[in-house]
């Protein structure tokens, strides 16, 4: 688990630091025009009001479920729309690989809609903290323990957000996110933690 961990943190610190790395890069470029008065580098193109969005993201979960203690690759995707510089929403899919543990192995996926307040213009270069939740529908796939039995469960799905949008381009924005997840299920729920690193790209 600490090596899964160690490897992930990398790769996710090593997007931070290019997507910085390229914003000053381009903020540096001879002949570049400033910005426009009373805005931050890529505040009006990055915050614009209705525009839709794709997403899609990579990270590592860590399971919370009772007797299932491991972590996990999660991979996710979807497609937004921005209504104003504060409130946006998005439809999304998120799956995790297995979770291993004592013989047992479960994957699962959940599809939510989710909505986010953006608080944008409080820290530098851009960047803009967030929260967020979602509502919708998860099943979990589990395998092997006592028995080698097997469950399939479906149930009800909610989540809870937080996280920061790092402008690369005016219209591509680096997402840094954090997700507590939870399906209700029979039995113990499923529940994990995503720390995920991903990419959105505006149409607007």
Known sequence: MTHTFTRYSGLIAGAVFMAMAGQAAA????GAPPPPAGSDLFGPSFISGGSWYVLGDLGVGFSDTSG???NALVFGAGIGYRFNDTFRT????DYND???DNGIKADGYTIMLN???DIPNRLPMGITPYIGAGAGWGELNASGGPGAARLDDNGFAYSLMAGLSVPIQPQLALDLGYKYREILINGSNAQDHLVRAGLRWSFN
């Not at 998005?90 to 899919?93: A, C, E, L």
């Open 27 to 30: 903020a540096d470029l001879p």
């Open 68 to 70: 299932l203690s491991d």
């Open 98 to 100: 297995n979770y291993k």
């Open 115 to 117: 909505g986010y307040v």
């Open 90 to 93: 998005d439809v999304t899919f």
